[in-house]
Every structure is written in structure tokens, then in C-alpha cells.
């Protein structure tokens, strides 16, 4: 952006549609982001082919085992394939064995797929870790604002940093997202510098990143837009250092 004051040329590289904003002389801004929505395909049902049921076999945690006079911890392990044997046994059966593990009342219920609090606290720990990660969240202020922006551009393929962002939104705007030129040459033809980056209406349209919003006061589709035209026409977004 040049000097206050000061006329520039015509920005003719500079982008977007018109949006009316009625109303936005200090009022806050609405940001709603907007989504595609896909309409689901029809499909034909068809009818599953007949099958044979077969009883499921009862879970690990939940197999358990019936003592018989003259069973032994050892035994029943073996027997059943108890991982860890029957020390294994015992740590998952202790409230019914009782401290001597060499001695089994008939009767009772043995746990054989049960394992020791430490094992099972692993596998909650594995499980846990193969959930997918929620999806991030963004401040809702200019450091969001740019880290956001930046997650679309990589995905993307655009290229620039925060720094690079950063540096040249408080050039442009101070970091107002509702920054508008009313005054300089492209003002005066009816398209005037608008939000953060300061990107024109035909500039914020050629080169608008899908899945940020049509409104180009939006702080992320503003930042996206001008950092995907400094990329085609400056190589990123970090290599401008003045008006572009």
C-alpha cells in the first residue's frame, strides 16, 4: 500500500466480486463460513444373501472358567492359552482366589481373558491414540486469523508464513479486518481495497481459495485470496514488502 496521501496506479491485479455490507461503519462483522454441501447418492438396496448364524465367541475380557476339584492355577492356564500364565490368572482373579494362589476353590468363576489393570490401561492407551484428532480451533483474532489461513494453504499448496503474513497485514490494514480505501485511484473506479491484505473485489474473485468464504472482508478468505495472488505474481507472500 503506498503513503498515505498519496495516488496509486491502478491496481489492475487485484481482486474480488462486490459484496454489499450494509452497515459496516464500526459495527462488528459477522464471519459465517460457508461449506459445500454434497447431495447423497440414491442407492438400490438388495437383499443379503441367506447366511448360517454361528454363536459369537465370547470376548477375551469376558471368557471365563468354572474350577473343578483338583484344579490348579498353573492348569487352567495352560489349558485355556492364558497369556502370561498363570501369574496372569491370578493378578486378573485375586479378589476370588485370595492371597494363596496355590489353592483354588471349586466352583467359582475364574477371568480368563482379563489382564492386570496395567495391561488393560495400555490397550485403553492404544485405543485412545487411534482415535482420529478433533479438529483444530482458531482464535478468533488475528493470530487465528493468520494460523488458520495458513492450514488452507498447505493444503493448498501455497506458499508463505506467518511472519510474511503478518508483516504486510499491518502494513495494509493494522490488522482491521473491516479496512476499506475510499480515496485512491481504485476507489475511484468503483473497486476499492478492502479488508486486511487490502485485496480488490476482481483480484479476491480470480483468485479465491475454495473453502474459505465469498466475503471478502472474511480475515481468512482475505489472507488466503492475497497470499494464493502474491504466490502466482511474487513467487509468496513473504517476498512482498510494499504495495502489490
Known amino acids: ?108 468363576k475364574l477371568k480368563l481373558g482379563a489382564q492386570p489393570e ?31 489461513s495458513l492450514a488452507v494453504m498447505a493444503k493448498h499448496g501455497i506458499p508463505g508464513t506467518y511472519n510474511g503474513i503478518h508483516r504486510n497485514v499491518m502494513r495494509e490494514s493494522s490488522g482491521n479486518p473491516l479496512a476499506i480505501n475510499n480515496w485512491d485511484i481504485n476507489a475511484q473506479n468503483g473497486i476499492p481495497s478492502k479488508g486486511l491484505l487490502q485485496v480488490i473485489d476482481p483480484t479476491f474473485q480470480a483468485y479465491h481459495v475454495p473453502g474459505t468464504s465469498l466475503n471478502s472482508y472474511d480475515p481468512v478468505a482475505n489472507i488466503t485470496a492475497a497470499c494464493n495472488y502474491a504466490a502466482a505474481r511474487y513467487g509468496s507472500i513473504d517476498n512482498v514488502n510494499g504495495a502489490y
Open 118 to 148: 496395567a495391561v488393560r490401561a495400555s490397550r485403553s492407551a492404544a485405543r485412545t491414540a487411534l482415535k482420529p484428532a478433533a479438529a483444530p480451533t482458531y482464535a478468533n483474532n488475528l493470530d487465528g486469523w493468520i494460523r488458520e
Open 1 to 108: 500500500m503506498p503513503a498515505k496521501g498519496k495516488h496509486r496506479r491502478p491496481k489492475h491485479h487485484k481482486i474480488t466480486r462486490k459484496l454489499a455490507l450494509a452497515g459496516t461503519g464500526g459495527a462488528a462483522l459477522t464471519l459465517p463460513l460457508i461449506s459445500a454441501t454434497t447431495a447423497g447418492a440414491v442407492e438400490t438396496a438388495t437383499a443379503p444373501a441367506a447366511r448360517t448364524l454361528v454363536a459369537a465367541t465370547p470376548a477375551a475380557d469376558d471368557a471365563t472358567y468354572s474350577v473343578k476339584a483338583g484344579d490348579t492355577l498353573s492348569g487352567i492356564a495352560s489349558k485355556h492359552s492364558v497369556s502370561g500364565g498363570w501369574k496372569t490368572l491370578y493378578a486378573a482373579n485375586k479378589s476370588l482366589i485370595g492371597n494363596n494362589p496355590s489353592i483354588i476353590r471349586p466352583g467359582i
